[in-house]
Protein backbone atom coordinates (compact mmCIF):
# COMPACT_ATOMS: atom_id res chain seq x y z
CA UNK A 1 0.00 0.00 0.00
CA UNK A 2 1.17 3.62 -0.15
CA UNK A 3 3.19 5.03 2.25
CA UNK A 4 0.16 7.61 3.03
CA UNK A 5 -2.01 4.92 3.63
CA UNK A 6 0.08 2.94 5.94
CA UNK A 7 0.85 5.99 8.16
CA UNK A 8 -2.84 7.03 8.61
CA UNK A 9 -3.68 3.35 9.20
CA UNK A 10 -1.00 2.84 11.50
CA UNK A 11 -2.76 5.83 13.69
CA UNK A 12 0.73 8.06 12.94
CA UNK A 13 -1.32 11.11 10.98
CA UNK A 14 -3.81 11.81 8.49
CA UNK A 15 -3.13 11.04 4.71
CA UNK A 16 -3.16 14.94 4.00
CA UNK A 17 -0.19 14.88 6.81
CA UNK A 18 1.45 12.08 5.71
CA UNK A 19 1.91 13.78 2.47
CA UNK A 20 3.34 17.31 3.86
CA UNK A 21 5.94 15.19 5.86
CA UNK A 22 6.68 13.35 2.93
CA UNK A 23 7.44 16.31 1.32
CA UNK A 24 9.40 17.82 3.79
CA UNK A 25 11.91 15.17 4.49
CA UNK A 26 9.97 13.72 7.20
CA UNK A 27 9.57 10.56 7.12
CA UNK A 28 11.93 7.44 7.22
CA UNK A 29 10.81 3.87 6.38
CA UNK A 30 13.14 1.31 7.56
CA UNK A 31 15.68 3.56 8.50
CA UNK A 32 15.80 5.53 4.91
CA UNK A 33 14.32 8.50 4.52
CA UNK A 34 11.65 9.15 1.87
CA UNK A 35 12.92 11.40 -1.11
CA UNK A 36 9.59 10.85 -3.53
CA UNK A 37 5.72 10.31 -3.03
CA UNK A 38 4.34 7.12 -4.08
CA UNK A 39 6.61 5.08 -2.08
CA UNK A 40 4.84 1.20 -1.52
CA UNK A 41 5.30 -0.24 2.25
CA UNK A 42 3.48 -3.03 4.85
CA UNK A 43 2.18 -2.24 8.07
CA UNK A 44 4.96 -4.49 9.08
CA UNK A 45 7.57 -2.04 7.77
CA UNK A 46 9.24 0.94 10.31
CA UNK A 47 7.97 3.55 9.48
CA UNK A 48 9.40 6.76 11.55
CA UNK A 49 8.09 10.48 11.52
CA UNK A 50 11.09 12.45 12.18
CA UNK A 51 11.57 14.65 15.70
CA UNK A 52 8.69 11.55 16.77
CA UNK A 53 10.78 8.79 17.00
CA UNK A 54 11.43 9.09 20.48
CA UNK A 55 7.76 8.61 21.43
CA UNK A 56 7.99 5.13 22.96
CA UNK A 57 4.56 3.14 21.67
CA UNK A 58 3.59 -0.06 22.03
CA UNK A 59 3.91 -2.07 18.86
CA UNK A 60 2.34 -5.54 19.85
CA UNK A 61 -1.06 -5.56 17.93
CA UNK A 62 -4.13 -5.20 20.23
CA UNK A 63 -7.72 -4.44 19.16
CA UNK A 64 -10.56 -3.22 21.22
CA UNK A 65 -14.31 -3.22 21.00
CA UNK A 66 -16.10 0.35 21.56
CA UNK A 67 -19.30 1.30 21.78
CA UNK A 68 -19.15 4.57 20.16
CA UNK A 69 -21.09 7.35 21.27
CA UNK A 70 -23.30 9.92 18.70
CA UNK A 71 -21.87 13.15 17.70
CA UNK A 72 -18.19 11.40 17.73
CA UNK A 73 -16.15 11.14 14.23
CA UNK A 74 -14.42 7.65 12.97
CA UNK A 75 -11.33 8.85 12.63
CA UNK A 76 -7.91 9.39 14.51
CA UNK A 77 -7.96 13.39 13.66
CA UNK A 78 -10.77 15.59 12.83
CA UNK A 79 -10.20 19.04 10.48
CA UNK A 80 -13.32 20.84 12.46
CA UNK A 81 -11.98 20.23 15.90
CA UNK A 82 -14.74 17.55 16.54
CA UNK A 83 -14.36 14.67 19.06
CA UNK A 84 -13.06 11.61 17.47
CA UNK A 85 -13.18 7.77 17.97
CA UNK A 86 -9.46 7.77 19.64
CA UNK A 87 -10.07 10.48 21.92
CA UNK A 88 -11.08 7.79 24.54
CA UNK A 89 -8.35 5.43 24.38
CA UNK A 90 -5.67 8.47 25.42
CA UNK A 91 -4.37 6.43 28.43
CA UNK A 92 -4.36 3.47 25.64
CA UNK A 93 -0.23 3.70 24.79
CA UNK A 94 -0.77 1.99 21.18
CA UNK A 95 -1.35 3.87 17.31
CA UNK A 96 -4.66 3.08 17.34
CA UNK A 97 -7.24 3.74 14.65
CA UNK A 98 -10.82 2.72 13.55
CA UNK A 99 -11.55 -0.11 11.78
CA UNK A 100 -14.01 0.88 9.39
CA UNK A 101 -16.19 3.69 10.11
CA UNK A 102 -19.94 4.43 11.69
CA UNK A 103 -21.72 7.84 10.84
CA UNK A 104 -20.94 10.56 12.90
CA UNK A 105 -24.48 10.17 14.33
CA UNK A 106 -24.30 6.57 14.38
CA UNK A 107 -23.37 5.13 17.28
CA UNK A 108 -22.66 1.45 18.85
CA UNK A 109 -20.08 -1.31 18.08
CA UNK A 110 -17.00 -0.37 16.40
CA UNK A 111 -13.50 -1.86 16.69
CA UNK A 112 -10.43 -0.13 17.58
CA UNK A 113 -7.41 -1.37 16.65
CA UNK A 114 -3.27 -1.66 15.64
CA UNK A 115 -3.92 -4.65 13.74
CA UNK A 116 -3.35 -3.90 9.96
CA UNK A 117 -4.47 -7.59 8.71
CA UNK A 118 -7.62 -7.51 11.08
CA UNK A 119 -8.48 -4.38 9.67
CA UNK A 120 -7.74 -4.91 5.91
CA UNK A 121 -10.10 -8.54 6.70
CA UNK A 122 -12.75 -6.67 8.35
CA UNK A 123 -13.30 -3.52 6.35
CA UNK A 124 -12.36 -5.77 2.69
CA UNK A 125 -16.02 -6.24 0.69
CA UNK A 126 -15.16 -9.25 -0.04
CA UNK A 127 -15.09 -10.62 3.55
CA UNK A 128 -18.66 -10.41 3.81
CA UNK A 129 -18.82 -9.97 7.66
CA UNK A 130 -22.25 -9.49 9.60
CA UNK A 131 -23.32 -6.24 11.07
CA UNK A 132 -26.51 -5.88 13.08
CA UNK A 133 -28.01 -2.29 13.15
CA UNK A 134 -31.35 -1.10 15.04
CA UNK A 135 -33.21 1.39 12.91
CA UNK A 136 -35.50 3.42 14.71
CA UNK A 137 -37.75 4.93 11.82
CA UNK A 138 -40.57 7.79 12.34
CA UNK A 139 -43.40 6.19 11.26
CA UNK A 140 -45.39 2.40 10.69
CA UNK A 141 -42.98 0.37 8.36
CA UNK A 142 -45.26 -1.13 5.61
CA UNK A 143 -44.81 -5.21 5.17
CA UNK A 144 -43.83 -4.52 1.39
CA UNK A 145 -41.22 -2.46 1.55
CA UNK A 146 -39.39 -4.41 4.57
CA UNK A 147 -39.63 -7.36 1.75
CA UNK A 148 -38.01 -5.54 -0.63
CA UNK A 149 -35.17 -4.29 1.82
CA UNK A 150 -34.49 -7.91 3.08
CA UNK A 151 -34.25 -9.20 -1.33
CA UNK A 152 -32.12 -5.89 -1.96
CA UNK A 153 -32.76 -2.27 -2.57
CA UNK A 154 -31.50 -0.68 -5.80
CA UNK A 155 -29.86 2.62 -4.51
CA UNK A 156 -27.40 4.70 -6.70
CA UNK A 157 -24.61 2.51 -6.52
CA UNK A 158 -26.31 -0.61 -7.45
CA UNK A 159 -28.29 -3.20 -5.51
CA UNK A 160 -28.02 -4.12 -1.76
CA UNK A 161 -27.29 -7.77 -1.12
CA UNK A 162 -30.18 -10.34 0.70
CA UNK A 163 -30.67 -8.64 4.15
CA UNK A 164 -32.03 -9.89 7.54
CA UNK A 165 -34.77 -7.87 8.81
CA UNK A 166 -36.50 -8.60 12.73
CA UNK A 167 -39.56 -5.52 13.51
CA UNK A 168 -39.13 -4.98 17.13
CA UNK A 169 -41.55 -2.61 17.65
CA UNK A 170 -43.64 -1.00 15.41
CA UNK A 171 -46.53 1.50 15.98
CA UNK A 172 -48.19 4.71 14.57
CA UNK A 173 -45.47 7.36 15.12
CA UNK A 174 -42.30 4.53 15.17
CA UNK A 175 -40.68 1.35 14.25
CA UNK A 176 -37.97 -0.55 15.62
CA UNK A 177 -36.32 -2.81 13.15
CA UNK A 178 -33.35 -5.31 13.71
CA UNK A 179 -31.61 -5.30 10.26
CA UNK A 180 -28.48 -7.25 9.75
CA UNK A 181 -25.61 -6.71 6.57
CA UNK A 182 -22.71 -7.86 5.21
CA UNK A 183 -21.78 -4.70 3.25
CA UNK A 184 -20.02 -2.12 4.36
CA UNK A 185 -21.33 0.98 1.59
CA UNK A 186 -21.42 4.93 2.74
CA UNK A 187 -24.62 5.17 4.88
CA UNK A 188 -25.41 1.95 3.53
CA UNK A 189 -28.33 1.33 6.43
CA UNK A 190 -30.05 5.18 6.38
CA UNK A 191 -30.09 5.07 2.16
CA UNK A 192 -31.73 1.98 2.32
CA UNK A 193 -34.45 2.97 4.38
CA UNK A 194 -34.95 6.81 2.82
CA UNK A 195 -35.16 4.72 -0.13
CA UNK A 196 -39.20 4.43 0.78
CA UNK A 197 -39.08 7.97 1.80
CA UNK A 198 -38.56 6.96 5.87
CA UNK A 199 -37.08 8.96 8.05
CA UNK A 200 -34.12 7.26 10.42
CA UNK A 201 -34.54 8.67 13.44
CA UNK A 202 -31.80 6.50 15.33
CA UNK A 203 -29.41 4.12 14.09
CA UNK A 204 -26.94 2.28 16.38
CA UNK A 205 -24.99 -1.02 15.51
CA UNK A 206 -25.42 -3.61 17.87
CA UNK A 207 -23.36 -6.15 16.84
CA UNK A 208 -19.92 -7.42 14.55
CA UNK A 209 -20.04 -10.75 13.69
CA UNK A 210 -20.22 -12.38 17.32
CA UNK A 211 -19.05 -9.51 18.93
CA UNK A 212 -22.17 -7.49 20.49
CA UNK A 213 -21.81 -4.71 23.16
CA UNK A 214 -22.71 -6.76 25.91
CA UNK A 215 -21.35 -5.05 29.32
CA UNK A 216 -19.93 -2.36 27.60
CA UNK A 217 -21.81 1.08 28.28
CA UNK A 218 -21.32 3.87 25.88
CA UNK A 219 -18.29 5.66 25.45
CA UNK A 220 -16.47 2.49 26.65
CA UNK A 221 -14.77 -0.08 25.55
CA UNK A 222 -13.64 -4.03 25.98
CA UNK A 223 -10.20 -5.84 24.42
CA UNK A 224 -10.52 -8.56 22.79
CA UNK A 225 -8.96 -11.74 23.75
CA UNK A 226 -6.75 -13.23 21.04
CA UNK A 227 -8.99 -15.89 20.09
CA UNK A 228 -11.74 -13.36 19.49
CA UNK A 229 -9.57 -11.56 17.30
CA UNK A 230 -8.21 -14.94 15.68
CA UNK A 231 -11.89 -15.76 14.95
CA UNK A 232 -12.93 -12.99 13.28
CA UNK A 233 -9.95 -13.34 11.12
CA UNK A 234 -11.25 -16.78 10.49
CA UNK A 235 -14.75 -16.15 9.09
CA UNK A 236 -13.01 -13.22 7.18
CA UNK A 237 -11.11 -15.26 5.53
CA UNK A 238 -13.33 -18.52 4.96
CA UNK A 239 -16.28 -15.84 3.59
CA UNK A 240 -13.22 -14.54 1.05
CA UNK A 241 -12.35 -18.01 0.00
CA UNK A 242 -15.77 -18.59 -1.03
CA UNK A 243 -15.35 -15.49 -3.52
CA UNK A 244 -19.01 -14.42 -3.65
CA UNK A 245 -18.98 -11.11 -5.67
CA UNK A 246 -21.43 -8.51 -4.18
CA UNK A 247 -24.00 -8.33 -6.19
CA UNK A 248 -23.26 -4.31 -6.88
CA UNK A 249 -19.94 -5.27 -8.54
CA UNK A 250 -22.16 -7.44 -10.85
CA UNK A 251 -21.88 -6.42 -14.47
N1 LIG B 1 -25.15 2.51 7.72
C1 LIG B 1 -25.37 3.83 7.89
O1 LIG B 1 -26.24 4.40 7.26
N2 LIG B 1 -24.59 4.49 8.78
C2 LIG B 1 -23.63 3.91 9.52
O2 LIG B 1 -22.97 4.56 10.32
C3 LIG B 1 -23.43 2.54 9.33
C4 LIG B 1 -24.19 1.86 8.42
Do not use: W
Request: glycine share 6%; net charge positive.
Amino acid sequence: MRLQKAMSQLGLCSRRQAEELINQGKVKVNGVLVQEMGVQVTLKDKIEIIGQSNKSVNTNTVTFLFNKPLGVVSSVKDDRGRKVVTDFFNNENYRLYPVGRLDYNTSGALLISNDGELTNLVTHPSTHLNKTYIVTIDSEVKDEHLKLLEKGVMLEDGLTQPSIIKVLKRTTTYSLISITIHEGRNRQVRRMFEHFSYHVKNLHRESIGFLNLNGIERGKYRLLTNQEVEKIKTICKQNKSKNIIPEYKRK
